[in-house]
């Protein structure tokens, strides 16, 4: 059985971990295999929040878990690196329009589970105006992204998580030019929530789509061939704005009333940018 935990909205400024899951992935690694009786299994993936840079470029080295039968223990008590990370330099800017890539995929032992850790190493960049930057990560690279859990991992199951980077609110500019990655990350699951699906035309420019309902936000540029999905929205009815490129010349279209349910996907079709401005 696949479990997934609650949702959350979380943006502290260092202490998060890049993890996520989707429906697409870059890389579609994961196994169908049993589960051993005294382990559970988390799939980890990371995908991307709109972000105004031509690349942004994160070296994951390492996902770790900090996993315990009971609760209290301390900050460096419990932790396992999970098998087969996939290891490597990601352009966050790629994982757009619904697409997600797989970090890792592992069965750790069943019990408490107090915090995830993503471990980064010192190639990191910011791409502007075609000029490849160093993205400095002091945190990352001394002890690694931290997010706070809190869940009970039952043998057997198998829970998913998704963490969406707010590109955006997460690279700060210094004051002598240069930049600094201070992750802003929601991190959701797919238990009882569901997904906006679409099309948007003409497909020759980037259009921002975004689902809002007063709690809950989520946002995607659509991919080349006009397609888009906002992952892991709670159960509700959304407004959904549609926002092309300023130089298309088109409007923002609103469609109002989107209606979410849990474990189901809201399939918006294709939409026409029709108006201009």
């Known amino acids: 059985m696949k479990r997934s935990f609650k949702k ?30 005294e382990n559970a299994r988390i799939t980890v993936r990371m995908t991307d929040a709109p972000g105004d840079y031509d690349a942004v470029t994160v070296d994951v080295q390492d996902v770790m878990v900090q996993v315990e039968a009971e609760q209290g223990v301390t900050d460096e008590e419990g932790w396992l690196s999970l098998d087969d990370v996939q290891e490597g330099q990601y352009n966050l800017l ?16 069943a019990g408490f589970v107090s915090q995830i850790r993503l471990v980064l190493g ?32 039952e043998a ?18 210094t004051g002598n030019g240069g930049f600094i990655l201070k992750p802003v990350i929601r991190l959701s699951a ?13 497909t020759e420019f980037s259009t921002l789509v975004k689902a809002t309902n007063g709690s809950h936000t989520v946002s995607a540029y659509t991919a080349e061939t006009g397609e888009f999905v906002l992952h892991a929205l709670p159960a509700g009815t959304y407004k959904v704005t ?13 469609i109002n009333d ?3 349910e849990a474990d189901g996907t809201t399939d918006l079709e294709t939409i026409f940018l029709d108006g201009t401005e």
Do not use: R
Not at 12 to 32: E, K, N, R
Not at 94 to 109: F, H, R, V
Not at 160 to 169: A, H, Q, R, T
Not at 194 to 202: L, M, Q, S, T, Y
């Open 8 to 37: 959350w909205s979380l943006k502290p400024a260092i202490f998060l971990a890049v993890l996520g899951l989707g429906l697409t992935s870059c890389s579609d690694d994961d196994t169908d295999e049993p589960i051993a009786e």
């Open 258 to 260: 989107v209606v979410v």
């Open 242 to 254: 549609v926002t092309p490129e300023e130089a298309s010349g088109y409007s923002m279209i609103t």
């Open 190 to 202: 797919y238990a009882d929530t569901g997904e906006i699906v679409g099309e948007v035309h003409p």
């Open 94 to 109: 790629e994982l757009t329009g619904g697409m997600t890539q797989l970090l890792a995929d592992s069965e750790i032992p």
């Open 156 to 173: 057997g199951e198998e829970y998913e998580f998704l963490l969406d980077f707010n590109v955006d609110e997460s690279i700060v500019t």
């Open 122 to 153: 010192p190639d990191n960049f910011v791409t502007v105006d075609g000029v490849e930057l160093p993205l400095a990560t002091p945190s990352a690279e001394q002890s690694g992204l931290k997010l706070n859990l809190n869940q009970e991992l």
